[in-house]
T-cell receptor, first 112, second 114 residues
Framework: TQLLEQSPQFLSIQEGENLTVYCNSSSVFSSLQWYRQEPGEGPVLLVTVVTGGEVKKLKRLTFQFGDARKDSSLHITAAQPGDTGLYLCAGAGQGGSEKLVFGKGTKLTVNP | DTGVSQDPRHKITKRGQNVTFRCDPISEHNRLYWYRQTLGQGPEFLTYFQNEAQLEKSRLLSDRFSAERPKGSFSTLEIQRTEQGDSAMYLC????????????FGEGSRLTVL
């Protein structure tokens, strides 16, 4: 059972455009992480959000955790080709489990 | 290099053979995780160690799979009698704190079963 739904699954945009990707669940998580993965590599942590309603900024990336801690969004301003990759959200703390549950990811391509 | 390292990076084997992957976590991390990732999917949890104790296992981890972390440092994941459906990227990650679940991943071991 996939507990985290990410949308869109694929996104291809031009350099300079803005975009938002979403991570939704019917379950509550104690925290949520966003990772970026490049082909043939492991995921790399971008940010962790813990508090409902929390907003974190990382340069041109803005992350938001939903008030009910069930969903999150990632907004990229003025996308660059270097932003190309697979963006994964992962939720923690379900039922006391130590494991992270990952979504399927959004594959982003930024064309020059 | 103080990151998580995995070996081998790539493994091609014939169906029915056994394979073993090794993971060396970040030295001060006491938690170690194995995940599996197939094409078009996010990582799927396989198992988790705190020090040398294996505390959680997924139902994905059939009896052909076994993982160990004998001294609480490096870990091995063995797959016996490999099947074509085992072809995937096997990712190891380590973590220091449980509360936020932040994982630091290795580059993965890609398995191809012919």
């Amino acid at each position: 059972t996939q507990l985290l739904e990410q949308s869109p699954q694929f996104l291809s945009i031009q350099e300079g455009e803005n975009l938002t990707v979403y991570c939704n669940s019917s379950s509550v998580f104690s925290s949520l992480q966003w990772y970026r993965q490049e082909p043939g590599e492991g995921p790399v942590l971008l940010v962790t959000v813990v508090t409902g309603g929390e907003v974190k900024k990382l340069k041109r990336l803005t992350f938001q955790f939903g008030d009910a801690r069930k969903d999150s969004s990632l907004h990229i301003t003025a996308a660059q080709p270097g932003d190309t990759g697979l963006y994964l959200c992962a939720g923690a703390g379900q039922g006391g489990s130590e494991k992270l549950v990952f979504g399927k990811g959004t594959k982003l391509t930024v064309n020059p | 290099d103080t990151g998580v390292s995995q070996d081998p990076r790539h493994k091609i084997t014939k169906r029915g053979q056994n394979v073993t992957f090794r993971c060396d976590p970040i030295s001060e991390h006491n938690r170690l995780y194995w995940y599996r990732q197939t094409l078009g999917q996010g990582p799927e949890f396989l198992t988790y160690f705190q020090n040398e104790a294996q505390l959680e296992k997924s139902r994905l981890l059939s009896d052909r799979f076994s993982a160990e972390r004998p001294k609480g440092s490096f870990s091995t994941l063995e797959i016996q009698r490999t099947e074509q459906g085992d072809s995937a990227m096997y990712l190891c990650a380590s973590s220091q704190y449980a509360s936020t679940g932040e994982l630091f991943f290795g580059e993965g071991s890609r398995l191809t079963v012919l």
